[in-house]
């Protein structure tokens, strides 16, 4: 679907990154007006956005003024983005200047505002910008958390613009759900976990299972899309780390179990996506185990892995949800009611597993039981929007509970 994108660039050295952005907003078919202020053009020329954006680039108020373009851009967007959002524009637009073109544009849009900011660290955790961001959220604004990483000259640390690529998933998803309550999540902490556990049997084998973390970073992304504060815990994942979320990476399932139960403690909402391994060796071999000259298989003990979905149900504190996963291959949800059950969970959402079922697909079908007793199935569908379609429900669960 096309839709009609302000993307606002502020006046940051990320600037540059904001050229992809544009690229891949317009080869998706949107139509995107470039808005950038004018420290913005000290770093980024004019006629670049309009060579990548195919329109005139929008930059003072005074041009086209019969088009009364300080309300006009605002008003028709479907969607506005700002990338890089920095300290300076992210301070004017909390405090309702229209001091330019682009914060003109941010006070009349009705539309879904999606701000990336970029600056440095002792800037993003400043007093100021921190109550700035959450004047911006507590109006609705998606303010995405800022990466980890090399800023401008050799410092490193929290502030880093967000890949362009990761924006863009945001902003997909914001633009697939519309005008319908776009920031249902503002204000709330969610972790989710993701990925497959491996348990080391020596230096160079594990036990493990087939899980990719699709299903988990897709539930992460569409958290962050609605205006979560997300914690993702992800366990030997190979995919690029998602806009607007703080990551944890684990190996085995003691470490899961550790980076989960510090996270949930201020969480409202759990969501156990990982495949923890169910054993792991009872003992590890420092070297390499060689295979015995008689021919003969080795015997490796086992031993049980904690249930870190049990535990979070056990210690969850009143008003905190907690979904859970089931993979099943046969009774899917006779097996699923038992375990959402035993596990003290909200939600369970099941899977039917097998060769070529889930692992490592891009999409899903999955049947969700409540604890209330409700069932609602979900038809195969891209994993983003079984993710969207759970949120959803817990979506419901929060207003009751609040």
């Not at 992800?234 to 979320?245: E, H, K």
């Not at 939600?347 to 692992?359: R, Y």
């Amino acid at each position: 679907m096309s839709a009609e994108v302000v993307l606002g660039v502020g006046g940051g050295i990320a600037a540059y990154k904001a050229c992809e952005l544009l690229r891949l907003l317009t080869e998706s078919g949107h139509r995107v007006r470039v808005v950038p202020t004018a420290s913005a053009l000290r770093f980024v020329g004019a006629p670049t956005w309009a060579a990548l954006s195919g329109r005139p680039v929008a930059d003072d108020v005074w041009s086209d003024v019969h088009e009364v373009p300080h309300v006009r851009l605002g008003q028709q967007a479907d969607l506005v983005v700002v990338a890089p959002a920095t300290a300076d524009l992210l301070a004017r637009t909390a405090h309702g200047l229209a001091d330019d073109l682009l914060t003109n544009t941010l006070l009349t849009a009705r539309c879904p505002v999606v701000m990336a900011p970029a600056m440095h660290t002792e800037m993003w955790e400043h007093p100021a910008t921190v109550a700035n961001v959450a004047t911006l959220r507590s109006r609705g604004v998606l303010v995405i958390e800022p990466a980890v990483g090399r800023l401008t000259g050799a410092d490193t640390g929290k502030g880093r613009l967000p890949d362009p690529a990761a924006i863009f998933a945001v902003a997909r998803r914001v633009l697939a759900r519309g005008g319908t309550s776009p920031a249902d999540l503002a204000g709330r902490r969610v972790v989710v976990t993701a990925g497959g556990t491996r348990e080391p049997l020596d230096p160079v084998r594990f036990l493990g299972n087939r899980s990719s973390g699709k299903q988990g970073y897709a539930f992460a992304r569409t958290a962050a899309a609605r205006g979560a504060r997300v914690t993702l815990i992800s366990a030997n994942v190979a995919l690029p780390d998602p806009a607007g979320v703080d990551l944890v990476r684990v190996g085995t399932t003691e470490e899961l179990r550790a980076a989960t139960l510090a996270a949930a403690a201020g969480a409202d909402v759990v969501v156990m996506a990982a495949a923890p391994a169910d054993f792991r060796p009872a003992h590890y071999a420092p070297g390499k185990i060689k295979k015995p000259a008689d021919g003969s298989a080795p015997v490796i003990e086992l031993v049980t892995n904690p249930d870190i979905a049990a535990e979070l149900g056990q210690r969850r504190r009143p008003g905190q949800l907690l979904v859970i996963f089931a993979a099943e291959t046969s009774d899917a949800e006779a097996n699923g009611r038992a375990k959402l059950a035993r596990k003290g969970a909200d939600l369970i959402v099941i899977n039917e597993v097998g060769v070529d079922k889930v692992f490592g697909a891009e999409t899903n079908a999955a049947t969700v039981l409540g604890a209330d007793g409700s069932v609602q199935t979900f038809p195969e569908q891209p994993k983003e929007d079984l993710a969207d379609g759970v949120w959803d429900l817990v979506a419901a669960r929060l207003s009751v509970n609040s």
